[in-house]
Each structure stands twice: as C-alpha cells, then as structure tokens.
C-alpha cells in the first residue's frame, strides 16, 4: 500500500437525503469478459460477445489480444434484436480467432486476469511476448504460474524476480501435461492454465499444493466457461479429484455468448439500499450464475435486508437497521472492501475471515480498509486472516483509494449516510466500472425507479 498526497482529485461522496429507490443496470462482468475473449481468440471459429464490460481490464484485455494478431471488432447496434437485449444496449464485440503472433508487446496495466490468464497463450506463439503493466502489477503474485509454465515446456525470462515485467519466449506450441501450482495468493493462476490449455498438445492436468485456496466461484466459472465451448474438463466439482483439473486438448467452438451484469459491480448499489433502509433493483440478475456476487444475496440479507429474484431481476431491500456479520470470505474475496464498509455502519461487530490474500490485490485491501475507515473514526482492526469491524460514529474526511476502483466504491457507500466524506480519485473505478460516479448520482436521483 503506498501513500498518496492529497493534491489528487477529490470526488464529494453525495450523502443520502432519503432512502434509495431506483433501478440500477450495472455493466457487464469483467471476469466473464476477460474469459471470453481468451477462449474467442483461441476458438476455431470467429465468436461475437454481447455486452462486454468496456472498462480498462477489459480494452487492456482486447488490446493485448489485438497485438497478438487476433481480430476483435466493436459494434454498437441500437437495434439489437440479434442478440435478444433491450434497445440501446446493443454493443457487441466479434472476435475473429488467430494463431497468436510475435513478437508483440503486452500492457497489463494492474488487471490480474491479464497479467494471468495471457503468458499462457502467449506460449503457443512464434517469437517473444513482453509483458509490463502498472508499478503495482510488479508487486502482484506470479511465481507459481511462472514455474507452471515452464515446467509445461514454456520459456519464461523473469529475471528471477517471479513477476512482471517478464518475456514469453514461444515456439508456436506447448507440449502441457501435469503440472503443480501452488493458487494459494491467486486462483486466477488455474484459471490462467486452464483457459488455454485446450490448445496445449496434451491438454493440462493442474494440481494445487497450497494450503487453501480462494475465489473457488472464479475458478467454476473458467470450468463452466470451458465446457460452453465444447472442452472437456473435469474438476473436483463434478465428480474428479479434490484440487486435480484436467483439460483434455481439442477444438474451442467460437461462441455467441451474452455477458452478464457485474454481480460484485452490483455490490455498491446493494449496499446503498441496505445501508439507507431503501431498494434498489437490478436488472438481468442471472437466475444461476458462477459469479462470486450472486453471494451478496445472503451476505446482505444477513446484515438486515430482504431480496426477491425474478422477471424484474434481483430487488434487493433495506430495513433500516444493519447488523453485523461474522463470515469467511474466503470464496468471494473481491467483495470484502464493500461488506466492510457496511459493517462500518452496523449496529455490532463484524468479522470477516477467510481473506488474507487480499494484502496481494490492488493495493493491500486490508491495510488499506483498515487505514481508511479509522481515519473517518472508525474502529477496524486488521487479523491474521482479515478485519474486525466494530461500530462506532464515523465523521467526514477524505478517504484515500491507493488505485483500487473497490476501495472508491466502499468509500462511496460510507459516503452515503456520513456527511463530507471526499474520495481521492474516484476514476480509479474505471478500471471495472468506468461509469460509477454517474450511475451513482443517478441512482440518488431514483432514477429508473
Ligand atoms: O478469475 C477472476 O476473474 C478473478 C479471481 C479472483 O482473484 P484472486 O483469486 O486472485 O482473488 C478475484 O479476486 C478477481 O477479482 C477476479
Ligand atoms: C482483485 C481484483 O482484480 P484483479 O482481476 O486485478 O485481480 C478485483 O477486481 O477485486
């Protein structure tokens, strides 16, 4: 976590004059996206995603891709009854699939799914792959994925650091086979070797060694996204061995796939009905979902709201008193800094377990969460394992982001109900989220309600 110097932007957090009402249509999921696009570029066939979340993660992702020599055309349609959406969400990306092509040079900004899921495919190309991203992007774990590959057949020249900036030095396949991987700080390093492994020679069989393993939803949605595009795959879940997945090689179909709405990107929004006692509905809820922020419906329901999920999409409603919660996060880490902020207005102690790789996220989400929520009067402690959280008046301050959009949202949620809370860089929310700060006031205005 780095200090920041308050000359940054401030952003006035809008206080709640009264309880929200409104209906809130979140943008498309970046983890759904970012898969997407790797499964599309490797695909046999050229594929079209429908709502693709276009914020920086994601045009990183699709920039990357581009450099790579894979084709991927926007389209905005107003009239989108091709893909069977509303009129005026007609935005479509169609992928044109490629053998990947060197040399070539890779942002990763400070996007995990980029800096994970892309080494891997950029082993089955020709020539050296450069890889750098944001300073942070150097601190973020990558060893074992590093070591994976290799020990798959890749060259891989990191100059002993274990993280970026590193080089892929291909020769136009990969040989795969069984490997070890230690995901304990990331899942995002099976996800990484599951995605292109269809296209290794052998196919992949991923064994984890670690301890524990978070984000297991991320890694059902890489199985489920697999098996969409015809892969085989088995995994722990359906039957297999407890931390072994095999991907057998073969073609990838080229996919018409509809992206669903950020489910964790829906989290603020939910929060702001729990904690002003209002509702807010949003749209395109999936029915069943691998996103890890489908969770949210329990998690806010335990902390004092009630939701119903139908035609409408998920209505979600606050009654006004906000309890605390003991729960292990471990499974949904990226919506810790936003259960934490309303926490922060509970009526008693919370504590959330589980999350103890979120020190490797963005920036180190607990010392951050921590650091801020105290500085607006709170009383967070930091544990081996994550935060506990007892209520206490908070006042008006600036709440500082270190480059983390979730941290922004959290600090917007607080902002709701305490007076002159500033948030220093609130377009750090682009990185998933460009559109926040509007669909913020417009959700205040109650807008679409
Ligand atoms: O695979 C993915 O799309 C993600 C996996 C998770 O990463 P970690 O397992 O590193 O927490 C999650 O926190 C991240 O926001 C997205
Ligand atoms: C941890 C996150 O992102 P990344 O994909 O960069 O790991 C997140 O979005 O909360």
Not at 69 to 75: K, L, Q, S, V, W
Not at 383 to 389: A, K, Q, S, V
Request: net charge negative.
């Amino acid at each position: 976590m780095t200090d920041h110097s308050e000359s940054l932007d401030l952003w006035p957090a809008p206080s709640a004059s009264r309880a929200v009402d409104a209906t809130v249509t979140v943008p498309g999921s970046k983890s759904v996206t970012n898969r997407a696009l790797i499964l599309a570029a490797l695909a046999a066939d050229p594929g079209w995603l429908r709502r693709p979340l276009r914020s920086r993660d994601t045009l990183l992702m699709a920039d990357a891709l581009r450099s790579l020599g894979i084709g991927i055309e926007e389209t905005v349609s107003s009239n989108s009854a091709v893909s069977g959406l509303p009129q005026g969400r007609g935005e479509s990306w169609r992928v044109i699939p490629a053998l990947p092509q060197a040399p070539a040079t890779v942002d990763v900004g400070n996007a995990g799914t980029v800096m994970r899921f892309l080494p891997p495919l950029a082993a089955l190309a020709e020539g050296e792959v450069r890889f750098d991203g944001d300073p942070r992007s150097h601190e973020r774990p990558l060893r074992s994925l590093i070591d994976a590959l290799r020990s798959l057949g890749a060259r891989v020249e990191d100059g002993g650091r274990g993280s970026m900036p590193l080089t892929v030095h291909g020769v136009g396949s990969l040989d795969g086979g069984p490997v070890e991987v230690d995901a304990s700080t990331s899942s995002q390093f099976i996800s990484a070797l599951l995605l292109s492994a269809p296209r290794f020679n052998q196919g992949v069989e991923v064994r984890h060694t670690g301890r524990t393993l978070p984000s297991l939803p991320h890694i059902r949605m890489t199985v489920d996204m697999l098996r969409r595009a015809g892969v085989q795959v088995d995994a722990p879940d359906s039957g297999g061995e407890p931390n072994v997945w095999r991907v057998t090689p073969g073609a990838l179909l080229g996919r018409d796939l509809v992206v669903e709405p950020d489910l964790s990107n829906a989290q603020p929004f939910l929060a702001a009905a729990l904690v002003t006692g209002g509702t807010v509905t949003i749209p395109d809820w999936p029915v069943r979902t691998t996103q890890p922020g489908d969770a949210l419906r329990h998690i806010f329901t335990e902390m004092g709201g009630t939701c119903t999920l139908d035609d409408r999409g998920l209505t979600f409603s606050g009654s006004g008193r906000v309890r605390g919660i003991d729960a292990d996060l471990g499974e949904v880490g990226e919506l810790t800094p936003g259960i934490a902020a309303v926490a922060a207005l509970a009526e008693g102690e919370s504590v959330l377990r589980g999350v103890a790789h979120l020190r490797l996220h963005e920036t180190d989400r607990l010392a951050a969460l921590t650091k801020e929520i105290n500085a607006l009067g709170g009383d967070v402690t930091e544990t081996e394992d994550g935060l506990r959280i007892r209520p206490r008046a908070l006042r008006g301050g600036v709440f500082h982001t270190y480059e983390d959009h979730r941290l922004a949202t959290a600090g917007a949620v607080l902002g709701l109900v305490v007076k002159d809370v500033e948030i220093e860089n609130i377009a750090t929310t682009g990185k998933t989220m460009p559109d926040f700060p509007d669909l913020w006031h417009r959700m205040l205005a109650g807008e679409g309600a």
